[in-house]
């Protein structure tokens, strides 16, 4: 058995269905009425719901909220629901319980997330989607979901473009929340490139008072052209310096400075090696935040684009 410092383990929320006595409301709240595929709830409740936390639609007499909204409100704002309301939903919906979980953790910091055309978007916990515009734009995914890399990229690009964070939750089959937050890099270095042919300290390593020359520095040196190459010669043009990411279960560990002063802020890989599924991204990011680096997946769509993740915790 493993040693070493002993801690409590946090514990784990099983989400139940049914009310909790604790803050109860003295009158007890209605129940959601099925109203245009969205869920009525009158006023004055319904005002408390929207004005403090962006709860729901405004309509005449109260809000509209979408499904996972009543579970949040179930959970957190003492909203009862009809006995068949969870069965009905998961019948419709076999992703319904994780689509609520999801929910219910990005609103877990007390930020604003409120569903619109599809998607959630998130305000800061001290604004109102009244009064300022999305902070974030949040996705979520089981992680038994394809994986589209391009795709993803697209839809970075697009949220970036709009002002907008672009925030996933990935949902496991222990209904736990791992939350990623990706962005598009420009990674650059302050090392001179190397030029081939010529000696640099950024080819080879020392060894044996000789330089050893890896197989993908040799063939950039002698011109070789495939994915590989193009993509070192990219990022020798940008001052960096490669070296094996073995150890981290990428290809390269990429420094911006010479290596004996500082460490490889990033670990890349390439899409054509990278994981398709989001067990093996999730293990990639954690490798990589581990040992305080940013995990960066490299893609080519006629030019090079660097998207990285990191975990992010709702609220911080």
């Given at each position: 058995m493993g040693g070493g410092r002993k801690s409590k383990p946090r514990v784990r929320s099983t989400r139940p269905i049914g009310l909790s006595a604790d803050g109860a409301p003295s009158i007890p709240n209605e129940q959601p009425v099925e109203q245009?595929?969205?869920w009525f709830i009158p006023e004055p409740i319904s005002m408390r719901l929207y004005q403090k936390s962006a709860l729901g639609v405004i309509c005449e007499g109260g809000i509209l909220l979408t499904a996972e909204e009543v579970?949040?409100?179930?959970?957190?704002?003492?909203?009862?629901?009809?006995d068949d309301f969870v069965d009905k939903r998961l019948d419709e919906d076999p992703d319904f319980a994780h689509r609520c979980v999801a929910y219910d953790v990005a609103r877990s910091g007390g930020e604003k997330v409120v569903p619109k055309d599809g998607v959630w978007l998130r305000w800061a916990r001290d604004t109102h989607p009244s009064k300022g515009t999305p902070e974030a734009e949040i996705?979520?995914?089981?992680?038994?979901?394809?994986?589209?890399?391009?795709?993803?990229?697209?839809?970075?690009?697009?949220?970036?473009?709009?002002?907008?964070?672009?925030?996933?939750?990935?949902?496991?089959?222990?209904?736990?929340?791992?939350?990623?937050?990706l962005s598009l890099i420009d990674p650059r270095g302050s090392l001179t490139p190397a030029i081939p042919g010529e000696q640099s300290d950024s080819i080879g390593v020392e060894h044996l008072s000789r330089r050893f020359i890896r197989e993908d520095e040799a063939n950039w040196t002698a011109g070789n052209d495939d994915d590989v190459t193009k993509l070192f010669g990219e990022l020798n043009s940008r001052g960096l310096l490669m070296r094996p990411g073995f150890k981290y279960g990428c290809r390269w560990r990429v420094y911006d400075t010479p290596i004996d002063?500082?460490?490889?802020?990033?670990?890349?890989?390439?899409?054509?090696?990278?994981?398709?599924?989001?067990?093996?991204?999730?293990?990639?990011?954690?490798?990589?935040?581990?040992?305080?680096?940013?995990w960066v997946c490299v893609m080519d769509d006629g030019d090079w684009n660097f998207l990285q993740f990191r975990r992010h915790l709702p609220g911080r």
């Open positions: 245009d595929g969205m579970m949040f409100c179930h959970w957190h704002r003492h909203i009862p629901l009809q996705r979520w995914a089981r992680t038994c979901n394809t994986l589209d890399w391009s795709e993803l990229l697209q839809w970075t690009r697009t949220v970036t473009d709009s002002g907008m964070l672009s925030e996933l939750a990935i949902v496991d089959d222990e209904m736990d929340v791992t939350m990623y937050r002063e500082s460490h490889a802020p990033w670990l890349m890989q390439m899409e054509k090696d990278a994981a398709n599924t989001w067990d093996g991204v999730c293990l990639s990011v954690r490798l990589a935040e581990g040992v305080n680096k940013g």
